[in-house]
């Protein structure tokens, strides 16, 4: 079970929902976004999960804003939800800059090897040159 999926099997344990209204109130899309989603196995976009981690968050304010026991423990477990949402958008976002950072350190070092290769070759500016060291 996806992320989105658990989510909505938990949202309807607190407040029982329909996938149109889940779509709809909770992922601001399409009445069939989330049916949809869940046919094709696809993951929600970063933007989607920003905004039912915010929404969810609001509604743990509003149960909170009672002091009657029920709804406090209800605002809980909608806090709960809203970071399991913030969880899965940080990691997005570490696997992002991995990513990002391999290839930037890739390319640098591509870049440094072809300036070094340069200075060898007495045709270029650059010949004597000492080489450029990179410690990554």
Known sequence: ?????NIYTQLTQI??????????DYLSKSTSYYRVLK???SEPTNLVLEHLGYVLHQ????????????????????D???HQVTAELASRQIKAQEKQSKWIRNTIRKTVEKM????????SNIYGNPPIVLGF
């Open 1 to 5: 079970m996806n992320l989105l999926e």
């Open 15 to 24: 407040n029982p929902i329909t996938t149109e209204e889940f779509s709809q």
């Open 39 to 41: 046919h094709q196995k």
């Open 59 to 78: 509604q743990a304010i509003v149960y909170s804003s009672s002091k009657h026991p029920f709804l406090m423990k209800q605002a809980k477990r909608f």
């Open 80 to 82: 709960e939800l809203a």
């Open 116 to 123: 070094n290769d340069e200075r060898l070759n007495p045709q």
